[in-house]
């Protein structure tokens, strides 16, 4: 129930969702005062989220950036999330492939032993596919051993992530601690998630989508990106709440 109700109220918080509710509140309204509001408020909230100073200022505080060590860890653990699935039913690499990319990168520089992908398919609807299946043929074309790879692909979401991996991390009996592999935006609500389950992990953030520009004229003039963004942060921060307060 929780995982079909997080699916359902997440397109309600979306500030294009409010915009278009705004508006319609702003044709329909009868009160020419109460109409006046609503269409200077839907203005007011796409100046405020679509622009992009506001957004990196907020991603600067909320994102977790990785740690700059060169310890050696037994396991990185990589959050699904990075591979989507097309109309033919197969998977390709989305936007945030960048958390594959960084756990090569641990695994070819030794930094991790070994890599626990964990993730099945999260639609509310899902079909067969499981992008941890999809990923299991893929990783054959690189040059790592199988016995050093571990999947995990039943699970829908963060606090599936971290109990499936929880289950199987004891079962191979891989001493803590973990890297967490991530992305930056997402790593705040990993890192509560998996330390409430008792996994000691160590943020590795991945996949940076804000805050890091450096500042310019063009980080004040609106952009549609920049709304399509805020929905990433405004769901983040939700289910932060949601996982914080459900735990």
């Keep these: 129930m929780f995982f079909v109700f997080s699916k359902l109220l997440v397109n309600l918080i979306y500030p294009f969702s409010w915009i278009g509710i705004l508006l319609l509140f702003s044709l329909f309204l009868k009160n020419p005062i109460s109409k006046r509001r609503c269409l200077i408020?839907?203005?007011?909230?796409?100046?405020?989220?679509?622009?992009?100073?506001?957004?990196?200022?907020?991603?600067?505080?909320?994102?977790?950036?990785?740690?700059n060590?060169?310890?050696?860890?037994?396991?990185?653990?990589?959050?699904?999330?990075?591979?989507?699935?097309?109309?033919?039913?197969?998977?390709?690499?989305?936007?945030?492939?960048?958390?594959?990319?960084?756990?090569i990168k641990l695994k070819s520089s030794g930094r991790a032993e070994n890599l626990l992908f964990t993730g099945g398919n999260g639609n509310l609807l899902p079909s067969g596919f499981?992008?941890?299946?999809?990923?299991?043929?893929?990783?054959?074309?690189?040059?790592?051993?199988?016995?050093?790879?571990?999947?995990?692909?039943?699970?829908?979401?963060?606090?599936?992530?971290?109990?499936?991996?929880?289950?199987?991390?004891?079962?191979?009996?891989?001493?803590?601690?973990?890297?967490?592999?991530?992305?930056?935006?997402?790593?705040?609500?990993?890192?509560?998630?998996?330390k409430k389950m008792g996994i000691d992990v160590v943020p590795h953030s991945a996949n940076y989508i804000a805050g890091r520009e450096k500042v310019s004229f063009d980080n004040f003039i609106p952009s549609a990106e920049t709304l399509l963004k805020w929905n990433v942060y405004i769901k983040e921060v939700i289910g932060f709440c949601v996982y914080y307060f459900k735990s």
């Design 130 to 194: 499981r992008e941890a299946d999809w990923l299991s043929k893929e990783l054959k074309n690189y040059t790592i051993a199988d016995s050093t790879i571990l999947i995990e692909k039943n699970s829908r979401n963060t606090l599936e992530n971290a109990q499936f991996s929880k289950n199987l991390l004891q079962s191979k009996k891989l001493r803590p601690p973990y890297l967490l592999v991530t992305s930056a935006f997402h790593m705040r609500r990993s890192l509560y998630t998996f």
């Design 41 to 67: 408020a839907s203005i007011a909230v796409f100046i405020l989220f679509s622009n992009p100073f506001f957004l990196n200022s907020f991603a600067y505080y909320w994102d977790i950036s990785a740690k």
């Design 69 to 103: 060590s060169e310890s050696k860890y037994s396991c990185a653990i990589i959050l699904g999330g990075f591979v989507s699935e097309d109309k033919d039913g197969n998977g390709y690499f989305n936007t945030a492939s960048d958390r594959f990319i960084q756990a």
